[in-house]
């Protein structure tokens, strides 16, 4: 299914910024994302990520971050300071712009009525350090070559849009169902394919929400935040076996 549902505060907000920015001719400035998690820690979840060979001389300094994605990555349903990289970006310190939009795929158009390639301009604005983009479940059930060529050719523009950005690619995210569809894999093997081709990495997060219904919205479709804090963890934990961030 596609889920299509309306956009958070925190995009629109930014999307609103960097067009203002595009129309003027000016860059647009990063946003920080603030501190705003105090609890203890938490056992990181089981996820059996992997990750794509990076070189040794990976950097691992990351000045500005951009992230785009859908619902998921935006934290629909709940405050922006929970979104899953506004989290990253308290705890690994960086500075993250979150362009994720409910309802958006590479194919899929969703509230802000683009698929990802019409974020690409923003992203040429920004030109971030590190470009986190995730596969969706919103391009679900269509035609796989469909999903494959809108893949490919978004990451090659978002590639030459931002020459400077090292490309990281996380896999799709279902729900808390042990039994995932097959429409996972063909989400997240076409953004394999293509960000590896551009020389980007990409990282199997696995399935960090399986098992835990209650880390689920009554949608049993969205994070909690308590969710998101558990797909933080395991974004942060594989970006660090990867080289990416310290």
Known sequence: MIFRRRATALSFAVLSAVAAAILSGCTAEPVT?????????????ARGATASPVSSSAQTATEHVVTLGDSIMSGFGLSPRDAWPSLLAERA???VTNLACPGMGFVVQGDCGTPYSGLIPAIAALQ????IVQSSSNDFWLDSDEISDDTVDT???????AP??????LSTIWNDDPEVPDDTAVTSEALRDAVESVG???????????GHPDWLQPDDVHPTARGQRAIEQTVMSALQDAGVLP
């Open 33 to 45: 994302a603030t501190p705003t998690f105090a609890g203890p820690p938490l056992a990181a979840p």
């Open 164 to 169: 400077a950005a090292r490309i990281i690619a």
């Open 200 to 210: 980007g990495v990409y990282i199997d997060l696995g399935q960090p929400l399986a």
């Open 128 to 131: 971030p350090d590190l470009l």
């Open 93 to 95: 310190r960086i500075s």
């Open 155 to 161: 990451i090659e523009t978002l590639h030459a849009a």
